[in-house]
């Protein structure tokens, strides 16, 4: 077998209640640095979910600064006015505690203010050098992957999405407590959920960098995924089920950070940049004819998946079971629903075209006429 790395996050803590004390779980990290700067989303920071974090930094004679005007798919503008903000108060720590796009940029922060590169300059895989601030990361949704993932994905312009891949971006410490995910609608708990199933299907299947390691990850988190995601959904208040979900999304995540996604995600990329679907649902949409496309190339692979949940061993028998769960939870599974149209469709599938650095890792080769046939499918 050709030889491959396997990269994660040194330290991980899960626990209920943990981000009330935070201070403690970080103590090693924090040392005798005295400034935090917390970045999340003013949407998080209304519900309450940063006050038990923030409330227990403060108790350590921490200073906390906030930064709450993060957004999805994040602008490249909201990260260097993050940037500013966090130098100015002479950050020592950088505390990502939201979504994806909180982490995201807690990440670029981070590397930013312990690096000598420009924003542009770290674009693309392997490119961003570091070093970085100490970096904790604390997800409110179980879905991204993001507290354990080298990746931070920022918006440029209008729609075009940009990555930064790089090992400098893993965090020192992921924190995972289900109580913050208590309180998130069923909507965003299943496109989430889903979104962090695709990750643990492309991560199983990617042509690059499929390793051993990734692939036991992988069913790990989707078996963990598959048995809480309908539980979560239809009973908010299910603890066990809101941890499960989170733990599944963390070894997904472990999962695709070392054997990237494919087409699935390339496919919802311009979903989110020209249409600001969600991240999750733009996946969840698109996992459906995509698979059917790669079955030629992937069948035996996605025959084990369904194999490993119980289900008929074959490709229609795991994307079946992803269009029942859409189903049951309750969120859109057409194009149409959303407000696209076919005129929309060329340019979806020309933008996708472009998303390179993943489409790589499909198992099979993704065409301009194969895109734009997977948007038609799901129309």
């Known amino acids: 077998m050709a030889a491959y790395d396997f990269r994660t996050v040194p330290h991980i803590h899960v626990g209920r209640g943990a981000t009330a004390q935070l201070s403690r779980v970080c103590a090693s990290l ?7 700067f917390l970045v999340t989303d003013a949407g998080v920071r209304k519900l309450g979910l940063i006050d038990a974090a923030v409330k227990s930094l403060e108790a350590a004679e921490l200073d906390v600064q906030i930064f709450d005007q993060v957004v999805a798919d994040p602008p490249k503008d909201v990260v260097l006015m993050a940037e500013d903000q966090a130098r100015a108060f002479g950050a020592e720590i950088v505390i990502g505690l939201g979504g994806g796009s909180s982490m995201d940029t807690a990440k670029l922060i981070a590397l930013l203010l312990g690096s000598d590169q420009a924003l542009e300059d770290m674009y693309g895989v392997n490119n961003a050098t570091g070093p970085r601030l100490p970096l904790v990361l604390i997800p409110t949704t179980a879905g991204t992957g993001s507290e354990v993932t080298p990746i931070s994905v920022i918006t440029i312009g209008e729609s075009t999405k940009m990555g930064v891949n790089a090992p400098p971006l893993y965090a020192d410490i992921a924190v995972l407590d289900a109580e913050l995910t ?16 695709v990750h643990a299907i492309e991560g199983y299947t990617s042509r690059i960098e499929k390793n051993p390691i990734s692939d036991s990850l992988a069913l790990a988190g989707l078996r963990k ?16 089920a809101r941890e499960d979900m989170l733990t599944g999304a963390l070894l997904a995540g472990q999962a695709f950070a070392n054997a990237p996604v494919g087409a699935v995600h390339a ?6 940049g020209v249409f600001h679907i969600p991240h999750g649902l733009s996946n969840s949409l698109m996992l459906p004819p995509v698979l059917r496309y790669n079955a030629e ?72 006429d194969a895109a734009l046939a997977c948007y038609e499918a799901v129309l």
């Open 225 to 240: 995924l598959h048995g809480a995601i309908e539980r979560a959904c239809l009973v908010g208040d299910d603890v066990q």
């Open 30 to 36: 924090i040392g005798n640095a005295r400034r935090i």
């Open 267 to 272: 496919l919802a990329y311009p979903l989110g």
């Open 182 to 197: 208590l309180g998130l609608p069923r909507a965003v708990t299943a496109a989430t959920g889903i979104d962090a199933m």
């Open 297 to 368: 190339a992937a069948e035996p692979l996605y025959a084990e998946l369904a194999s490993h949940l119980g289900l008929h061993a074959s490709t229609d028998g795991l994307v079946e079971e992803m269009e029942r769960i859409a189903d049951v939870v309750g969120i859109e599974t057409r194009l149409s629903q959303l407000g696209i149209s076919h005129n929309d469709l060329p340019r979806l599938a020309e933008e996708a075209m472009d998303v390179k650095r993943l489409l790589v890792n499909n198992p099979r080769d993704m065409t301009l």
